[in-house]
C-alpha cells in the first residue's frame, strides 16, 4: 500500500474495488485485525487498535467486528443455527433462540437444523451473515459477498446489508460485482496499492491519533 487513509462511518455501506491482486483482501485482513499494517494506524470507534496483542485483537474481533466470506466457511458437521451461534460458543448462556431469531428474519425460519450440504448457495450465504451478526458487530466486513451468487439472490443479500447499515453498522464489501456498487453509498477503488475515494467527503477522523498524526494505513 501506498499511504493509504480509510474511514467508513456508522451506517455506510462502502464497496472497495479493484483488479485481482491489488490488495484488496490484504485491505480487508488489516480492517479485521487480522493483518497488522506496516504503518500507521488503526482506529475502531475511535479507539487506536494498532499495537493490540493477540488476546486483545481476538476480543476486539469478537465484540465489533463480524466476516462474511466469499466460501462462506461453515462447518459442515453443524446445523445452520449451530452454525450461526459458533461465535458466542465461550460466552455465557446459549445463543441458539437468538441465532434461530437472525435465521428466521433473513427467511430460513424453516431451515434451522440443516447442514450446510442441505443448504443452496444463497442460503449459505445468508447462514454466514447471520453467524457475522450475532454479536452485533460494529463493522460488517464481507469479501465478494455476491461472488458466487445469481442476481436475484445477490440482490435479497445486498438488501439484507441494507437492513443492517440502517442499524448504524458500517459495512465494507470487497467486490467485482457492478451491482454491489449499485447498493454502496461510496465506491472506493483500489489499484497497484493505491487507494481513491477512501475517505468521506467530511474527511477522516482524527479521535484518537497520536498527536500530529492524520492517518496513515488504516
Excluded: C, W
Amino acid at each position: 500500500f501506498s499511504s493509504v487513509d480509510f474511514a467508513v462511518r456508522p451506517g455506510e455501506f462502502v464497496a472497495v474495488v479493484g483488479p485481482s491482486g491489488s490488495g484488496k483482501s490484504t485491505l480487508l485482513n488489516v480492517l479485521g485485525l487480522l493483518d497488522d499494517p506496516t504503518a500507521g494506524h488503526r482506529l475502531l470507534d475511535g479507539v487506536d487498535v494498532t499495537n493490540l496483542s493477540v488476546a486483545e485483537r481476538t476480543r476486539a474481533r469478537q465484540e465489533s467486528i463480524g466476516f462474511v466470506f466469499q466460501d462462506f466457511h461453515l462447518l459442515p458437521t453443524l446445523t445452520a443455527v449451530e452454525n450461526v451461534a459458533m461465535p458466542t460458543a465461550f460466552d455465557a448462556g446459549d445463543a441458539s433462540g437468538r441465532a434461530a431469531d437472525l435465521l428466521a428474519r433473513f427467511g430460513l425460519g424453516d431451515r434451522l437444523d440443516h447442514e450446510p450440504s442441505e443448504l443452496s448457495g444463497g442460503q449459505k450465504q445468508r447462514v454466514a451473515i447471520a453467524r457475522a451478526l450475532i454479536n452485533e458487530p460494529a463493522v460488517l466486513l464481507a469479501d465478494e459477498p455476491t461472488g458466487n451468487l445469481d442476481t436475484e439472490t445477490g440482490e435479497s443479500i445486498l438488501a439484507e446489508f441494507e437492513r443492517v447499515k440502517a442499524q448504524g453498522v458500517a459495512v465494507i464489501a470487497v467486490t467485482h460485482d457492478p451491482l454491489v456498487e449499485e447498493y454502496a453509498d461510496r465506491v472506493v477503488d483500489l489499484t497497484d496499492g493505491v487507494l481513491t475515494g477512501g475517505l468521506p467527503t467530511d474527511g477522516l477522523p482524527t479521535d484518537g491519533l497520536p498527536e500530529g498524526e492524520t492517518g496513515g494505513d488504516r
